[in-house]
């Protein structure tokens, strides 16, 4: 089955600095790689995701690169802000198995 | 989006008892999914659950163990049985608006803490 693993586990950066945390997978099925925020005693929020069609996609001050043929994708924030601390998961998620696999998630800080 | 509301949103319980809990989502969904977290680690998924039929178990759970009800297409129940404190968890229910997607969202999930 897929395999997900993601570095760093924790990351902490000065506020308005870049932060960047990666993810590789096992499955080459899978086609859909949504990254999560999960803010303390609240569920897991959809704040960005790419498809295996696009290598690259940006929301603002997000955004996520996909390489398929070294199954990674990343997920990069630019300044950084300290209401960007939390714990970030990326997945992975294939048509064939109706299944989202996490990563260990990175807890992020940022210091002001 | 979805809205996702799962009760209880806390309890404490004690070893030995069961507890369900329940998520209802204000629309129609094909795919409802339950995620285990425990403390300080990553979702794991418990099961599928499925309109009008038995759930799909993970490799690691069992129904006898995690019995999930599908009644209509915005309702599901999760039991967490017999617990232990092992069973200590945030249990998350999530939906697949759009179909198989995965563009999963999640309520806000339900923790546990078994005395």
């Known amino acids: 089955g897929e395999n997900v693993e993601q570095h760093p586990s924790t990351l902490s950066v000065q506020e308005g600095d870049s932060a960047v945390i990666k993810c590789t997978y096992s499955d080459s099925a899978s086609n859909y790689f949504p990254w999560y925020k999960q803010e303390l005693g609240k569920g897991p929020q959809l704040i960005i995701d790419?498809?295996?069609?696009?290598g690259e996609k940006k929301d603002q001050r997000i955004a996520v690169t996909l390489n398929k043929t070294a199954k990674h994708f990343s997920l990069h924030i630019t300044e950084t802000q300290p209401e960007d601390s939390a714990v970030y998961f990326c997945?992975?998620?294939?048509?064939?198995?109706?299944?989202?696999?996490f990563g260990s998630g990175t807890r992020l800080l940022v210091r002001p | 989006s979805a809205v996702i509301s799962q009760k209880p949103s806390r309890d404490i319980c004690q070893r030995g008892t069961s507890l369900t809990i329940q998520c209802q989502v204000d629309?129609?969904?094909?795919?409802m999914f339950w995620y285990r977290q425990q403390p300080g680690q990553s979702l794991t998924l418990i099961a599928t659950a499925n309109q009008g039929s038995e759930a799909t178990y993970e490799s690691g759970f069992v129904i006898d163990k995690f019995p999930i009800s599908r009644p209509n297409l915005t309702f599901s129940t999760l039991t967490v049985s017999n617990m232990s404190p092992e069973d200590s968890s945030i249990y998350l229910c999530?939906?697949?608006?759009?179909?198989?997607?995965?563009?999963?969202?999640f309520g806000e999930g339900s923790r546990l803490t078994v005395l």
């Open positions: 790419i498809r295996s069609n696009v």
């Open positions: 629309s129609q969904v094909t795919m």
């Open positions: 997945a992975a998620y294939a048509d064939s198995s109706y299944k989202l696999i």
């Open positions: 999530s939906v697949d608006i759009s179909g198989n997607t995965g563009e999963l969202f």
